[in-house]
Every structure is written in structure tokens, then in C-alpha cells.
């Protein structure tokens, strides 16, 4: 019988051979775009940014931001603390592929694509746990949670010869973190992490800053879905000209309930202060010039904690650490003052957004469960924030589907903005610096030939 | 004879599908706490809950929806709430406890052929209510609603459980 490896594939291909189309799966099932009409669709001139309403419709673009984005660069899997102990797992995706995240007996994280390699059954079916090992429901095939298999069932009747090394769960092949951030490639090739961070790790360094030298721990997270495309939460996050419009019923409600949120300036539709970046590497910020605090905490505990922080980084170093500051790192990946934000795309029309609390290990309880009630009440499920987000964005995906409507803008700021020599933008908060960076950054990926 | 507790469930969920969110946020006492759990074995304080709310925060949630004209909320939702399985228990003259069976169904019309409208939609739950009679008035004093679905994305809940 034949068996046909990669290799004799790729070998028997310069003969004229044509391979079966179930081998040629994720090129074929999808009609593939040339990769020019991706450039086409990001379109950058002097006075107009636009892009293309066609990127945001259609499992064909969809299909290829899987293959060109999400299987190519970094991926967030999780923080460090949703694995701390050996044996921990938590099941996640990388783009469509279901993934689950480990910590080996070692200590090792490791990334496994939640298939059993003897019959392709999903070994995995909870999202977070402790375990010895991965039992197969289907035939009991086991494997440790760094992957490698252990036993197959009366294993005897296997023919001489059959090749069990190459029967390990299949790695993702690339696994680092930063900063307690774990991340994934399906890309063997892929940059260094910390090349691929590039602007987003000042920012990440500041963001750690708040926990004054402790770490972070994620709570359960949020989640929530709307039915429109993934991109227009990533184009939201960073965002700093919608919140006195999608958010003026949240901030007027604040507003009548002195001490609820300890905010800062709420009267400007468009707020004036505070900055917005671009980076070359396709990640943005948005930061306020100002902490966002919420009320109903002691001011003593406040004040131990502020104390805190200008010991450890000085009076001007402890208030760049409060500024409210949100960022994106590219494509999908999240961070606030009080939360971990992941966009999961999971069909052209459909995202689903899961929003982890972040707890500071060992701070004071009132501290932590403000922090919770923070994240909660602001941007989560039922956030007075959030919910009226998502809403937009289904209104958003059913206006472009109509093609008659082709080009949106993202021009705020273009040509006003500061560039600097290393390519970063900053643009003031209400710009539309950093969706551009984002988009700069999708049509390189999408563009690069397969 | 109905208990009063049974009279108090039915006229909340009466309130709510009537969008008298005033009139239903008198039913909480001051110190009343409302939890919609992720994990309900866990603290509010110390674990994500999909809501946890004092008397201020849920205040503020009534402001927003009745009075500052929430884009979610635009069109609004409309809501059925079946109540069953109603249990009350006696603690003493001023207190009762009591389980219920909750099946909210919600829908948003509008240009219902738009995304994220027209869609019907079902929260079923376990409730648990703790009453406190106030003067000689029912009133609610801890409020939870464990959802079926609450560990998987649920739409984002602009609209009061």
C-alpha cells in the first residue's frame, strides 16, 4: 500500500504529480485571493487613509487572514497564571485551530493542537484544568501534557515497524512569553517574540509597573459575542474618538452618580487631552494623560498603594504608570489598567471576546476586588461599556455588506500626526493613528506571497 | 393562602417585562447585593461574576437604560420572564429564602432584518432570592441568577436579567 509523506508529495509534485485535493485541504477549500488585491485594499495617499469594505466581508478574506495572519505571526495563548502549576491546561485557539495550552511535569508551556494523532478525535473537552495526562475519548490513546504519547491500547497489534515518534500531539511549533504574556507561532520561521513586540513592549514594562513589583494573576474570564468581524473590536480598543458618542449614556450616568467612577473629565464630546500611537510593528495605544479610577475604595489604601508605586518609580515615573492606557498588540490581543482583552475571531460575521480581570498578587483585597468590579462593571458581559460597543459593531457589519458601499476612512490626523524616526506615529487621542498602523500592518500580511 | 414572597417574584418579573425599572429597583433594599455568577462556589470580590452589583451600581444601570438613551438599548429589548418551581422557606418573621426557575426570553425588533436584531433570545437560570420584610413590605435583600449558560459568550447584556 502506498503511504504518501510531505516529502514524497512535494517530490513526486515536479513529476507531474498531481496530489489528491484532500492533501491541498485549506488552499483549495477556499478560492484563494491574489495576494496584490489585498494591497488594493488598504489604500494610504496624502490626505485619505482608506480601506476597502471588502475586508471586513467574505469566508474567502476571512480564510486568509487565518493563513497569512494568524498561522504566521504571534498569537496570545494566555497568561502565565492560568498555568501556573505542572499539569495545568487551558484550552484556547490560534485563529480556527483548537490549541490547548500546557504546563508540563517540567515546567515547560507547551502549546498542542487538541487532536488525538490516531484518529483525529478531540482529546481536550474542557476549557481549563489540572491533569495527569490526555486520555483519547474514542480509544484511549493517552498522551503527558507536554504532548508525548504514552500508551496506545493493546498496542501489540500494530504492524512491525509502526513509527510512534511522529504519533506526539502536534506542537505549535513556536511558544514565548513577555511579561507573564504567553504567545504561540505556527510559524517555525517566525521573528523573535520581542522583535514582533517591537513599540508594545514599553508598554507592556509600564503596564507591569502597576502591579509595584509584584505579578499579575487573570481572573475567569468575560466573554461575550456579537455577529460581526474581528476587526472591528481591534480598530475599537485604541479607539479615542467614539467613547463621547457610543458611551455618552455610560459617562452621563457616571456623571450623575457622584463617587461611583473617580473619573476624569467627562464633558468634551471629543476628548482634547491624551495621545494616540502607531507602531511599524502594527500595534497602537491609546492613553487618556490621566488615571481612570473607580470610587468606593478607602483613600487609605489608595494612598498606601500610590505611595507605593512613586517609591518604587518616583513621583513623575509613578503618574505615567496611572495614566489610563489601552494597547493592542497585533492582531488580537488586548491590555488595560484592569484587564486582559482577547478578540477571537471565529467567522468572517462572528467574534467572540473574552475579557480576564487582572488580580495583583498579594496587593490589598480591597485593591484586587476593585480592580474586579472594575473590569466587570465597565467592559464586561454586562459592562455599561461594552455592550453598547458590540452593538456597533453587528450595525457595522451589516452596513458593509453591502458592496455598493466600498471605501471607509480612517484619516483622522493623517499628515498632522509626529512621525518619528524609528516609525512611530503619535497622533493626539481622538486620531486615527493606530488603526492605521493596524492596517499598514494587515496588508504587508496578507500581501506576502503564501 | 399565597405567601407574600410568591407575590413579590411574580410582580418583579411583572415590573421588568413592563421596562418599570424604577418601580423595580424600589423592590431591593438599601443594602441589597444582586449576582449573576461565572462560577457561583467562588467570591464575588475575588472571582469574575457576569454582574455583581451593590444598590448604586444597579441604580446606575436603571439611569442608563431608562434615562441616558443607551446605543444598545436602541431599539430596546423586550423581555418575557416565565417564573416555576417556586420554593420559599420561612427563616423567621422577617426573613424567607426561595428558589426559583427562571426563562427569560428577550428580543430586539427594530429593522429586524440587521444584524443583532430580530434575534430571540433565552437565558434560562436558577434563582435564589433572600427577602427581608421591611416595615410591612417584601423587599429583596440578595439576589442570584445562575444562568445555564453563564460559562460560554452570551450576547453583551444591555438589558437587566
Known sequence: MCTLTPEKIDADQSAAYHPPIFLMQEKTMNARLDPHTFTGMVDEQAHEFRVATAAYRGP????????QIYYKTWIYLCHESEIAKPGDFKSTQIGTRPV??????EGGIHALLNACTHRGATICREEKGNTRAFVCPYHGWSFRTSGELIGIPDEARYPEGFNKSDKNLKSVPRVAAYGGLVFGSFNPDVEPLETFLGGAKQHIDLWLKRTAGSTYRVATSHKYGFDGNWKFQAENVYDGYHPGFVHRSAFNT????EGSFENRELQAAVRQQGYTRGYPEGHGTLEAGAPLE???IDPAVRDAYNTQLKTLYGEDGAAEVLTNRQFLIFPNLTIFDFNIRVIQPIAHDRTEVYSYPLMIEGAHDEINANRMLDAQTRVGTAGILSADDIDVFAGGQNALRTEAFKWITLSRGLGKEEVKPDGERVGVYSDEAPQRAFWRKWRA???ASA | MTHPVQKLILREAQLLDNMQLDDWLALYTDDATYWVPIDETTDPLKESSIIYDNRLRLAMRVEQIMRQNRVAQNPSSNTLRMVSNIDIEDIDAQTATARFALLLTEVRSGDWRQKGLGETRFFPGHCELVCK????????QQKTIVLLNRKQPLVGLSFLL
Open chain 1, 100 to 105: 490547548i495550552v500546557t504546563r508540563g511535569r
Open chain 1, 445 to 447: 500580511l496578507m500581501a
Open chain 1, 60 to 67: 474567502g478574506v476571512f480564510a486568509q487572514e487565518m493563513e
Open chain 1, 254 to 257: 457616571v456623571r450623575k452618580f
Open chain 1, 294 to 296: 473607580s470610587g468606593g
Open chain 2, 133 to 140: 420584610k421591611v416595615g410591612d413590605t417584601w423587599k429583596i
